[in-house]
Structures are given as structure tokens and as C-alpha cells.
């Protein structure tokens, strides 16, 4: 069965610092990998998602993540933090069959990020 | 496009009282999704629907809760009677379907049970 492990539930970064949010998945299948993000009191916005093309994906907010086979990982990267990324990230991956043509999602536990000025 | 709408945004109600939330998923997704988000257990699956259709309630906590999607556009997920525990906020997702697992959430249902 796919699952996802997001390592560390609280990071916290300098503003202009860069942001790493770490993720590991299982899957049995090619996966399909997301990243979303809360912002307090908001419903998860997604970030981006990778669905097996190019392994670096660039999302919104100047967020990008890699996808790495051999070590089982889509990390999440932003070269410098500013204050309205202090949120929660959720790493997430789809627990789609082989040969199916549709999953659900599997999310991570979530990793707070805190930006200090 | 209006995203997801959930409606209350806020609940407050006691203890045995029956609970409404309400969703309305975006227009042509045909997948849709009921989450629990608690600081102790994170975020938790409780239902999805395809085509109006409940595909698993295996994360529904009790028979206290139900769900229902009587048409494409509504859905709702009742708690009958309500306890303290359920104190939470929830979130319903739509998603398109077939070929496409993003997900777009509502901005949730913040409930109170005293």
C-alpha cells in the first residue's frame, strides 16, 4: 500500500533562509506525488504535483520539489522563505492500482514551517 | 469558478444536539470527499463518493455519522447525537475524476460540541 512519511512536524527558518520540508513515500507503483499547503484558518491549497514527466516540478509561490526514485523522496525547496510561508505543508501521495485509472489520496502527518524575521 | 462551499463556516452546539455540515463541490467534479482534521490524529479520510456513489465510509468513526449525496451538486454529513470528541474541523474535497487525483478543498467547517 502507498504512504508518505513527512520527517520533522515542526521547522522553523529565518526570512530570506532556504526551506527544505522533507518527504518519503512507499508505493508499489510508478507514484503520483502532492504537495498542498494550509494556511491557519483555510482549507489545503495545492502546491504542486508530479505525475511522472519531469522530475523537478515547479509550483506557485516559487515552491518547487524533486522527484528522486532511488531514494523514495519529493522533497519540498523554496530558496528563500518570506513570512507568509509560515503554513502547513502536507505531502500526499495517490493510492492508485496499477493500471488504474483513478486513486485517492494518502496524506502525509504535516509539517508546520514557522518563518522568523 | 466558486471552488468548493462549505456552509456552516462555524458550529457551535451541545452536547447530543444533531450536527449539518454542508458541501457543495465544484461544478463537473465527480469525486467528492469528507475529511476530519484534529490536532491529535491530523487529517482523516471519512467518506468519498463517485458519482453520487459512497465508495468507502471506512474511515467514518461511528454509526453516529452519516453521509448522503442525493444529487451531483450537495452533499451533506450529519452527526446525530453529537459529542464533545467530535470537535474538529472538517473539510470536504471535489476532485474530476477519472485520470485526476488533485483534490480542491473547501475551506472547512470549524465545529465546536460542548
Known amino acids: 500500500a502507498q504512504s508518505v512519511t513527512q520527517l520533522g512536524s515542526h521547522v522553523s527558518v529565518s526570512e530570506g533562509a532556504l526551506v527544505l520540508l522533507r518527504c518519503n513515500y512507499s508505493s508499489s507503483v510508478p507514484p503520483y506525488l502532492f504537495w498542498y499547503v494550509q494556511y491557519p484558518n483555510q482549507g489545503l491549497q495545492l502546491l504542486l504535483k508530479y505525475t511522472s514527466a519531469a522530475t523537478l516540478v515547479k509550483g506557485i509561490n516559487g515552491f518547487e520539489a524533486e522527484f528522486k526514485k532511488s531514494e523514495t523522496s519529493f522533497h519540498l525547496t523554496k530558496p528563500s522563505a518570506h513570512m507568509s510561508d509560515a503554513a502547513e505543508y502536507f505531502c500526499a501521495v495517490s493510492d492508485r492500482v496499477y493500471g488504474g485509472s483513478q486513486g485517492n489520496l494518502i496524506f502525509g502527518k504535516g509539517t508546520k514551517l514557522s518563518v522568523k524575521p | 469558478d466558486a471552488g468548493v462551499i462549505q456552509s456552516p463556516r462555524h458550529e457551535v452546539t451541545e452536547m447530543g444536539q444533531e450536527v449539518t455540515l454542508r458541501c457543495k463541490p465544484i461544478?463537473?467534479?465527480?469525486?467528492l470527499f469528507w475529511y476530519r482534521q484534529t490536532m491529535m490524529r491530523g487529517l482523516e479520510l471519512l467518506i468519498y463518493f463517485n458519482n453520487n456513489v459512497p465508495i468507502d465510509d471506512s474511515g467514518m468513526p461511528e454509526d453516529r455519522f452519516s453521509a448522503k449525496m442525493p444529487n451531483a451538486s450537495f452533499s451533506t454529513l450529519k452527526i446525530q447525537p453529537s459529542e464533545p470528541r467530535d470537535s474538529a474541523v472538517y473539510f470536504c474535497a471535489s476532485s474530476p475524476g477519472t485520470g485526476s487525483e488533485t483534490q480542491y478543498f473547501g475551506p472547512g467547517t470549524r465545529l465546536l460540541v460542548l
Open positions: 461544478s463537473g467534479h465527480n469525486s
